[in-house]
């Protein structure tokens, strides 16, 4: 089962394979999404997905211009985060 997260405009997800790795999954779904800075997702990684995020071009000076992207987030897995935070 995934439950996906969300640090600012940055996704991840993170995976739990069994029922009894369902509360813990959501504890660290909490967790990361509070304090992403504090934490590695991408050496953790099992796999990667994709999904689109639209972006402005502020910073362009286009205010008015918005840009779709394709951005990958990483899914990582209650077993790997706990072994290696021991949290």
Known sequence: MDFYGQDKEW???VRA???GEVLSALLWQ???SVRRADFNLLHLAD???TYESARSLDDMGC???RVQI???GPIVS???LIEHYKL
């Open 70 to 72: 394709s951005v990958r």
């Open 17 to 19: 394979h069994n029922a």
């Open 47 to 49: 796999e990667m997905f």
């Open 30 to 32: 909490s967790r990361l």
């Open 63 to 65: 205010a008015q211009q």
């Open 78 to 80: 209650v077993k790997k």
């Open 11 to 13: 996704r991840f997800i």
